[in-house]
């Protein structure tokens, strides 16, 4: 429950600031045990609303895949979340000679584990919860490599697919991510999560940002969508490290069945697209068998 989570100020130590979020500022810090962490501050006392919500959300979840919570304190206003060592997807995966750090079976395990997390987000957690802001940005990933979802702060749950709790919450989410049918209909499903995670795994895939800097007027949506009708679908893996990449036939082969996959999920109709339990069974699969 939340108050096992409770944590007195003097139990942990801020240190320095390693972020800045919609929450707050965010400082990695060390508990009395020596466990490392991330702490999330509250910027206004005003937010003490939003805290308290999310708390008993974050409560209620854990699971390897996702930044679990490890407690809060009232005090502060502070959140107190597991220690991810690499940052976010988003700062890495665009870096130069982000090839070398990110090999195809990285890749392939990264967004295997966000599948797992954001699964169950939508099938295990009681209540059901929609993410509703899946990004490069907010999955993190540890000092392994290995991901996890973050960021719940924009979360509402459950029934999925039902009213939400929290149905005062404005419309959001990220562009270049953002859920056509969600945006057009305001409609809120597990589908949108769906869209978004399907356009993190064409960024895994092309090693393209899901709006390009020096050319947001396309997608990368748009842009791996007019490859595939142009039946050119390979062309849409980072050609840096396709080159690298030994077994190549084979590779291309398993890789454009994970395109296929992604452009499954970034569909237009949210009926369309497969389940993030569909989709995190075909990604194991692609792991176990070939990376
Ligand atoms: P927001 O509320 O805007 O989503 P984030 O949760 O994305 O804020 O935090 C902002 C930044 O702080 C992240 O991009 C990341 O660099 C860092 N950060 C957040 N949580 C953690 C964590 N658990 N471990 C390590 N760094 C983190």
């Known amino acids: ?22 929450f707050g500022d965010v400082y990695k810090g060390v508990l009395n045990d020596g466990q490392v962490v991330a702490i999330k501050k509250a910027s206004r006392r005003e937010r003490a609303t939003t805290f308290d919500i999310e708390i008993e959300l974050l409560a209620k979840v854990h699971h390897s895949c996702l930044v679990n919570l490890v407690g809060y304190c009232e005090k502060d206003i502070c959140l107190v979340f597991e220690f991810m060592a690499n940052g976010s997807l988003g700062d890495c995966l665009f870096r130069k000679r982000s090839a070398e750090l990110f090999s195809w079976n990285r890749r392939m395990k990264i967004a295997l584990q966000a599948a797992r997390g954001l699964e169950y987000l939508h099938m295990y957690a009681t209540p059901p919860i929609i993410h509703r802001d899946v990004k490069a940005d907010n999955i993190l990933l540890d ?10 702060g924009l979360s509402i749950y459950g029934p999925v697919g039902g009213q939400s709790h929290l149905s005062n919450h404005a419309p959001c989410g990220t562009v270049g991510y953002l859920d056509p049918e969600y945006f057009r209909s305001g409609k809120l499903t597990p589908k949108s999560d769906v869209f978004s995670f399907g356009v993190v795994l064409l960024e895994l895939l092309s090693g ?12 990368t949506v748009a842009w791996a969508e007019e490859r595939a009708e142009l039946g050119d679908l390979t062309s849409i893996l980072n050609p840096e490290l396709m080159r690298a990449q030994a077994d190549e036939a084979t590779c291309r082969s398993v890789l454009a069945d994970v395109i296929r996959l992604a452009l499954q999920c970034v569909r237009k109709t949210g009926r369309d697209r497969p389940t993030m339990s569909e989709v995190a069974s075909f990604l194991q699969t692609v792991v176990e068998s070939f990376f």
């Open 143 to 152: 000092e392994g490599w290995d991901a996890h979802v973050a960021d719940f």
């Open 208 to 219: 393209r940002r899901a709006v390009e800097p020096d050319d947001p007027v396309s997608s």
């Open 1 to 22: 429950t939340s108050e096992e989570l409770r944590i007195a100020t003097e139990n942990y130590a801020a240190g320095m600031v390693i972020g800045k979020g919609g």
